[in-house]
């Protein structure tokens, strides 16, 4: 298995992505893109490796303010999310569109035309809008635990909140009790993560690097995306929608509005999943992405 060292690639933009890659450069390129507050590592490396021993070239990196991607300025409040939560005029330092761009700009820098894409819960928002916004980067689509950005779908269990809106962790250890604490919350209940696995990868992402300030910013990004139901319409890309009856972060009827807003989208709902990867369904996630590329060369 061939795993590329972690490489900055610089955008047109001047932001930088931190990026790596499994699996032979020949094979087709999966772009990975991972949700909101979470760095790249949260694609577990053994799951990057069962896409890439599946025949794929795979990307995954950092989103801007995440990891060791560039963090970004800009100032946000609980009063501005919670204006934008009750959509409300406010304003975002940038847009779930803004780091389409970026994804769509790291295609660029590796000289790709064409990537089969997979996002979840926010990466499955910036897949969905690389979609609509550049259609033809996209091979195949595969939206996991995500919604449309529509207010009356996907929402969140009120128990997610308080968990959201706690003050940010000042040190280690206390960014990876409460991110144990919000994966227990928001997990899946029929597939339950060990302890010692989040706290496995939640001391990787810190060693990897978190901004308390980059979650805020991707926050609002997420509060104030449009609606995309009328332009998932327009969607050409063979796509699957993948989503957890058990999901308290992104409710399943955000997963049930987006295959039903896309021609032809399959719909895959996985009972006891919640808003999490675990190990026992990698195999379906492999599956899914697998043949939904499969449908794209047909």
Request: hydrophobic share 45%; proline share 5%; net charge neutral.
């Amino acid at each position: 298995m061939t795993v590329s060292e972690l490489r900055l690639a610089t955008l047109p933009s001047g932001i930088e992505l931190c990026y790596q890659t499994f699996g032979d450069p020949a094979d087709e390129p999966l772009l990975l893109v991972m949700g909101l507050s979470c760095s790249m590592v949260w694609w577990h490396d053994a799951l990057c490796e069962e896409l890439a021993a599946a025949g794929f070239h795979v990307i995954r990196f950092d989103n801007r303010d995440v990891g060791r991607s560039s963090k970004l300025s800009g100032r946000t409040t609980i009063q501005m999310m919670t204006r934008a939560f009750a959509g409300l005029p406010t304003r975002a330092v940038y847009w779930i569109s803004d780091m389409t761009v970026d994804a769509v700009g790291l295609l660029d820098v590796l000289g790709i035309e064409r990537a089969h894409v997979c996002g979840v819960s926010m990466g499955g928002m910036i897949a969905q809008t690389m979609a609509v916004e550049h259609p033809t980067r996209v091979a195949s689509l595969v939206s996991i635990m995500s919604t449309t950005g529509g207010r009356r779908v996907g929402w969140q269990h009120p128990v997610v909140l308080p968990m959201m809106l706690r003050p940010a962790a000042a040190d280690r250890e206390g960014y990876v009790q409460r991110s144990v604490a919000m994966w227990q919350l928001i997990g899946s209940p029929g597939y339950r993560i060990p302890v010692e696995d989040l706290r496995a990868t939640a001391e990787a992402s810190w060693e990897h690097g978190v901004s308390a300030a980059g979650v805020g910013r991707q926050t609002m990004a997420v509060l104030t995306q449009p609606n995309r139901a009328r332009a998932l319409s327009r969607v050409t890309a063979p796509t699957a929608v993948v989503h957890g009856t058990a999901d308290r972060m992104v409710h399943v009827s955000g997963g049930r509005a987006t295959a039903r807003a896309i021609p032809d989208a399959e719909l895959r709902l996985i009972e006891g999943m919640g808003h999490d990867l675990p190990r026992e369904l990698w195999p379906t996630y492999v599956d899914v992405i697998r043949q939904t590329a499969e449908r794209a060369r047909h």
